[in-house]
């Protein structure tokens, strides 16, 4: 136990981290990316598009991936 003249050591806290807020995010974007891959066989073209998103609240990024085909006789889509 403790000695007569000596006062009780003091313990540390355990150490909590942060509690992060829930917000409600607020998506700004940062570019798109986009690629056209030739098939090995005909003409046709696999499209591929990749939308880059952050949060200005938290910085969370996300990235949003279209994926789709375009054939020699169609135009390209809507989403392209």
């Known amino acids: 136990m403790y000695k007569e003249n000596e006062p009780p050591k003091e313990t540390k806290p355990k150490y909590?981290?942060?509690?992060q807020?829930?917000?409600e995010h607020k998506w700004i974007h940062?570019?798109?990316d986009k690629q056209e891959?030739?098939?090995p066989y005909?003409?046709?073209r696999g499209l591929?598009?990749?939308d880059?998103?952050?949060c200005e609240k938290c910085l969370?990024?996300?990235t949003i991936v279209k994926k789709g085909t375009k054939y020699i006789n169609e135009d390209y889509p809507d989403w392209w």
Request: charged share 30%; glycine share 8%; net charge positive.
């Open 16 to 19: 909590e981290p942060p509690v």
């Open 60 to 62: 969370e990024r996300k």
């Open 42 to 44: 005909g003409y046709n």
């Open 21 to 23: 807020k829930v917000h």
């Open 52 to 54: 880059q998103f952050f």
């Open 30 to 32: 940062m570019g798109t």
């Open 48 to 50: 591929t598009r990749k």
């Open 37 to 39: 891959d030739p098939f």
